[in-house]
């Protein structure tokens, strides 16, 4: 018989080291800034970013949508502000709200003595809820606003 003094009863069966399962690294979402013109463009001219190439925010297009690819709209667009002024003109998702992204050397409020944070950009918000849809004679009105209050200098 074996040496029942030797024994334990009350351990269980001998295991191997538990491993902790392995955790997949999250990679960063790439965000892909395009123009009015759809041309992907460079994201540290329109976030503050004192480090990164990839200044755009991990969240971007997921709170301000794609860039507008209605052509009407994006020929009203270009009347304020031409492709080679780099302004971007978003649409955020599941409404009609759209936006106008100020590269930072025309920006007025984002920058070192502002003393912006990772990932800031100058925005303006253009509301269509109300309206149901875009007018174009209203977007011509809401964009007249806007570039009132933008001075390009390199004109």
Known sequence: MADEKNVDFFAGPETAPVKKPEVAKKTKKLVVIKNSAGEVVDQKDYFFSAKSEDAAPTWFERVCGKPVDREDMIVVFHKFFKPSDGFLFY??????VYLVIVPLKHSSIVGLEHDSVEGDFQKHAMSFITE????LDTLRLKLQKIAGTIRIVDR
């Open 132 to 135: 149901g849809s875009v007018n």
């Open 91 to 96: 649409k955020a998702p599941n409404k009609e």
